[in-house]
């Protein structure tokens, strides 16, 4: 059993950068891959970036690549989102997500825990 919190979110102008934080309880956190994703107002939550149970390898969406970085610490229990140059289009609830299995997957079913998620804002 794994139970994420997130934190981090908040309004920002475009251009800026937030980073996410994400805490997870549970003594087996390094078994677990690690993704990141978003849902939009009126829209499905989508993917935005995972993370293998090492941190040695990561995922994005193409909408983020280049601009947000996913990474963990696991003697921290932690997953980060650190977004750059934050754009209205990535205004959503974003969520941290946990898969009891050490291998990247970008759909939504292949994750078993999910955080209650944070919002971010980004004004034009």
């Known amino acids: 059993q794994v139970q994420l919190v997130e934190s981090g979110g908040g309004l920002v102008q475009a251009g800026g950068s937030l980073r996410l934080s994400c805490a997870a309880s549970?003594?087996?956190?390094?078994?677990?891959?690690m993704g990141w994703f978003r849902q939009a107002p009126g829209k499905e939550r989508e993917f935005v970036a995972a993370?293998?149970?090492?941190?040695?390898?990561?995922y994005y969406a193409d909408s983020v690549k280049g601009r947000f970085t996913i990474s963990r610490d696991n003697a921290k229990n932690m997953v980060y989102l650190q977004t750059n140059r934050l754009e209205p289009e990535d205004t959503a609830v974003y969520y941290c997500?946990?898969?009891?299995?050490?291998?990247?997957?970008?759909?939504?079913?292949?994750?078993?825990?999910w955080g209650q998620g944070t919002q971010v804002t980004v004004s034009s």
């Open positions: 997500a946990a898969r009891s299995n050490p291998i990247i997957r970008v759909g939504i079913r292949e994750y078993n825990y």
């Open positions: 549970g003594r087996t956190f390094s078994n677990y891959a």
């Open positions: 993370i293998n149970r090492g941190g040695g390898s990561q």
